[in-house]
């Protein structure tokens, strides 16, 4: 039998939430990349959050106050209790976002569906354009866990002493600092390309498989622990904005139970445009 993931409630499969879609206490909840996408589709009953207006304050170019976190759930029909079910685009880049927010502001009932939105359209799964009508419940702000997310100071503290596993999971030419973002994307958001010093790069996209669902135990140990990146370490993942590093992140904490790891969302629009600090080509 494969070994089972460190914490194997993290993930849940489409026939889990197939089975739950009338559950109370759980809510479906669909964040993803092309915002557009929810509109078009979605699984019945799902809600969704818009991952830039719903989950970010860009006046202060930061996560959303725990208050304004709560009163968002509220309005959503999430109380302290909900189980809340994340599914999204992109093998569930921005879900995997969703999820690290909710933990970070205190909700701890979070799963992510595996295999995300492409899987249950390949199966053939039932969808709408119909949104819920939920009632408003009350959810009370938590405290952060400072512990799951580094900032710049701790990034420059890490590089300068050398004994954090740090881990870049953008695409090898962001490493190489041959382009900024993605391909495809817009060409901004840092003032040089690169990488942190001593950072190894994993892209992130390496931890799933082509159907978008989570690799193995054994395959997932190989992949991180070849490059570096073991449990013994305290392990800070960052790409451009903090998206894909979630994905990392979940991987690393939920799935292979690592205990000290950290998403650094400012990533490398902050990072790469930080006076005098280090970076590698």
């Not at 992949?223 to 894909?244: F, M, N, Q, S």
């Amino acid at each position: 039998m494969p070994e089972a993931y460190a914490n194997p409630s993290a993930v849940v499969e489409t026939s889990w939430v197939a089975e739950h879609l009338n559950d109370p206490a759980i809510v479906i909840a669909e964040v993803d990349e092309d915002t557009s996408l929810y509109a078009q589709s979605h699984i019945p009953g799902a809600t969704t959050f818009d991952w830039w207006k719903d989950l970010e304050d860009d006046l202060r170019r930061d996560v959303i106050t725990g208050e304004a976190f709560a009163r968002r759930l509220g309005q959503a029909g999430i109380g302290d209790g909900t189980t809340v079910v994340f599914y999204g685009d992109k093998n569930n880049w921005f879900a995997t976002y969703a999820y690290w927010l909710f933990r970070y502001n205190g909700h701890d009932s979070v799963r992510i569906m595996n295999g995300g939105r492409a899987k249950w359209l390949a199966e053939g799964r039932p969808v709408t354009t119909e949104a819920p009508a939920r009632p408003a419940r009350t959810h009370r702000p938590g405290d952060p866990r400072p512990e799951i997310r580094a900032l710049r100071d701790q990034v420059l503290a890490a590089a300068a002493a050398g004994r954090t596993a740090l881990v870049d999971v953008r695409s090898p030419r962001e490493y190489a600092g041959e382009i900024i973002a993605p391909d495809g994307y817009p060409q901004e958001g840092a003032q040089r390309g690169g990488h942190v010093p001593g950072a190894a790069n994993i892209p992130w996209a390496s931890a799933v498989r082509e159907d978008g669902t989570f690799k193995s135990v054994e395959e997932l140990k190989a992949l991180y622990g070849g490059k570096g990146i073991t449990p013994d370490r305290e392990v800070i993942a960052y790409c451009r904005i903090g998206e894909r590093s979630s994905h990392t992140w979940f991987v690393l904490t939920e799935l292979l139970g690592y205990p000290n790891v950290k998403n650094y969302d400012g990533s490398w629009t902050e990072y790469g445009s930080i006076v005098g600090a280090p970076i590698e080509r």
